[in-house]
């Protein structure tokens, strides 16, 4: 059994070296690259529409901003203006960071006004205007 077995070895190797599959050259140690290029990389797909997303989500905040910001500049007063942009800041921006408590306490301790200003204020809004 021994010779039978070592003969159709022996009869496989030729018939695979006559069909053409050659075994390839092994490369030496010294051309096989430790550090492999990357320059034939793609990245996922889903990395790139997380990427397209990101930018047009960055425009998106920076249009809106702008936009407030030229809306804020368009009020009649400065006191208007300080109204819209507290409302907005506070409103609009805030509160998917914040609770409404907290929302509460800075408007209750963080825009007051000293005692002599709230007056200032109050002799100038009952003031005429001209």
């Known amino acids: 059994m021994d010779r039978s077995s070592s003969q159709q070895r022996k009869k496989r190797r030729e018939s695979k070296r006559k069909s053409g599959d ?6 030496n140690r010294s051309e096989e690259s430790l550090h492999p290029s990357y320059t034939n990389l793609q990245p996922p797909y889903s990395a790139i529409c ?15 901003n702008y936009e407030l910001k030229m809306l804020e500049l368009m009020q009649n007063s400065a006191y208007d203006s300080m109204r819209f942009h507290r409302h907005f800041a506070i409103t609009t921006l ?4 914040h609770t409404r408590k907290e929302i509460e306490f800075v408007l209750d301790k963080f825009f007051r006004h000293p005692e002599r ?9 009952k003031g005429p205007v001209h």
């Open 117 to 125: 200003q709230t007056r200032r204020l109050q002799e100038i809004m």
């Open 94 to 97: 805030w509160p998917p960071l």
């Open 22 to 27: 050659k075994k390839k050259p092994k490369p």
């Open 50 to 64: 997380r990427q397209r997303y990101h930018a047009n989500n960055v425009l998106y905040e920076q249009q809106f």
